[in-house]
């Protein structure tokens, strides 16, 4: 489960190096890392992107071993890049396909028509597909058919996949393209509508219903099952001759020209693994690729979770859920990543007191764990992501997803500190504080503490969040349906929020002083009250999860604070402010609302869950969203990043054995996407 950064950070990251063991045989100066100051973190700017790279500190200390493994866990992260496309949407590889060749063919770059198709094909790259990484939204092209059927006409016919002409992918993708009624929405979630017919994703074959999806997986479940395997997590469901049934993600069926080269590099990988857990994880992980048995998969997950030792880890595979409009199949996504030494400090003093926290919830004590399990915590350096981490990432992790696992063998989560030392850099003097924030009192607590609550708000919701509180016996884990993510997300969000207020948290020396923590409530408040809105198109609603959830905690507080006026938004010279004039206040009612998402959660109250989500997460304040998108025009701020990877070589001495590894920061957006293009398009080659 993952958490996106919104917060604006202020101050600097603090991350000291670690005191790793000195590597052997390599020459560092191949590894070495930027500084902080030298390194330039801006690559692209375009549409509502910006672009950045991160640095990977620290990889010069990872041994010659370590290496070898990283970069084979990179490859593999690399290698399944197509498949996330074709998850999204049914017509997107061919669509990427067809505009790398205009772009990369087209002699007259200077062009309007070239340009607009330029930014349409940026867009892709970061959204894996046609719909808005973050609304869903399909995007709208600002070139003209008339120019773009020309420019597909002139490509060479050898650049489309075996069996294809220019005149059938014209007619497939031009309607695609330009009709806005055609795959509008990437994942529609309008209750009353069937969210599988009317959603673009390509989790569904042809013709099958919400109805019958649901049907078909409540007729898998047993709800008797103790140990319930994630039903659908890797499998599309098609309807044949009538009937709905799985094809499964798998060497040998859907997707197998790229999982053969996950499995191909993941056996690499398993060959140099740091010691004999890790190598269990990577062979448990090649066998589930290989079979597709979802027993399997939470025999590596448990398997997973259990290594804490290594010094690097990675996800690789189908994951999360939230691309699916009924929460069932996993998109595939990548990350390969090592331990952050000094900083894991912190989350080890959560971690130890995972209990304390739990005890001293606001939650109804039937829906507390009395016993918190194995919460592992770490904050990690990512040094590659791939699939749906790529190009716009999470900035911590936290799995498995699955509920029995979390409750009998716990959860590893993850702070990736190099992401977020990248994004506070990013926004340093863009004069979004001076616009948004109400005076000098709160933008002082926010660039003295910004950065550091950040950091801390997101260790919390991924340590504790997710891994608090419990199911009641026999509540079905998918009772919220399409709104378990949102509900989850509130969930482990509020629980970081209420916790980060308690005055342990400065006893344990997680916070310097008793008002650090404001920071982080009023850069939050603002954020889902206002600032987050610069993400939506005026007259759209909330669609995504971890929106929705910041903008009901943030509402709810907000409507409950009318009498008290713990927190309120004010005018002055025409703009509005979030003022919060009482934060302890403010704290009481986080944990008013965490009682009650957590007694929804706990009892499977689905009824409770939707009308929360649906009065408070989903509809936006016309007038108030207007003046924010005005505010943020003038400023020129990009509301979203992504980032490029580094490159990395691998060398290789006569004997063909592994002898060091190169990185290098300064490839281009558009060069490592036509790269990984030329390099890792497995999939392109059989478009129907
Ligand atoms: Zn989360």
Known sequence: MKKLLLASMTALSLVACGNKEKPVETSSSDLQTPTIEEFDY??????????????????????????????????????????????NGCHNLIIRTVLEAIYTSNTDKENDNFKAMETYLKRVWVSNGIHHHYSGDKFTPEFSQEWFVQQVNALDASILPEGRTIEDVLEEIVPVIFDPTVDAKHMNQTAGEDLILTSASNYYGEGVTQAEAEAYYNNLKDLTDEEPVSYGLNAKLIKEDGVVKEQVYKVGGLYTEALEKVVYWLEKAAKVAENDQQRAVINKLIEFNKTGV??????????????????????????ETYGDPLGMTASWESMVNFKNTEATKRTKIIS?????????????????????????????????????????????????????????????????ENFTEAYDRAQQGNGFAEEFVWSDVERDLMSQYGFMTDNLHTDLHECLGHGSGKLLPGVDPDAMRSYSSVIEETRADLFGLYHMGDPKVVELGLLPNADAYKAQYYSYFMNGLMTQLKRIHLGDNVEEAHMRNRQLITRWVLEKSKDDKAVELKKRDGKTYVVINDYNLVRTHLGE????????????????????????????????????????????????????????????????????????????????????????????????
């Open 294 to 319: 979802l027993k399997t998969f939470d025999e590596y997950a448990i398997l997973w979770v259990n290594d804490t030792a290594s010094h690097i880890d990675f996800v690789n595979g189908f994951t």
């Open 352 to 416: 130890d007191n995972a209990q304390y926290f739990e005890d001293a919830s606001p939650v109804d004590s039937r829906f507390k764990k009395e016993k918190v399990k194995g919460v592992t915590a770490k904050v990690i350096t990512a040094a590659i992501i791939g699939g749906d981490c790529y190009p716009t990432t999470p900035i911590g992790i936290n799995l498995p997803n699955s509920n029995w696992i979390r409750a009998a063998h716990g959860s590893k989560s993850v702070t990736i």
């Open 42 to 87: 801006l690559v692209d700017r375009f549409a509502d992107l910006q672009i950045l790279r991160y640095r990977v500190p620290d990889i010069d200390q990872l041994s010659l071993q370590q290496q070898e493994l990283l970069y084979y866990l990179s490859e593999a992260s690399l290698v399944g890049r197509d498949i996330l496309y074709d998850q």
């Open 593 to 688: 609302l965490l009682a009650e998402i957590q007694r929804i959660k706990s009892t499977g109250d689905y009824e409770a869950g939707k009308n929360i989500v649906e009065n408070y997460a989903v509809k936006v304040d016309p007038t108030l969203h207007k003046e924010v998108l005005e505010r943020f025009n003038k400023l020129n701020i990009a509301p979203y990043f992504g980032f490029v990877n580094p490159v990395y070589t691998a060398t290789f001495n006569d004997k063909g054995e592994f002898a060091g590894l190169k990185i290098d920061y300064t490839e281009g957006y558009a060069e490592q996407h036509l790269r990984y293009s030329r390099d890792y398009s497995l999939l392109t080659k059989k478009e129907k």
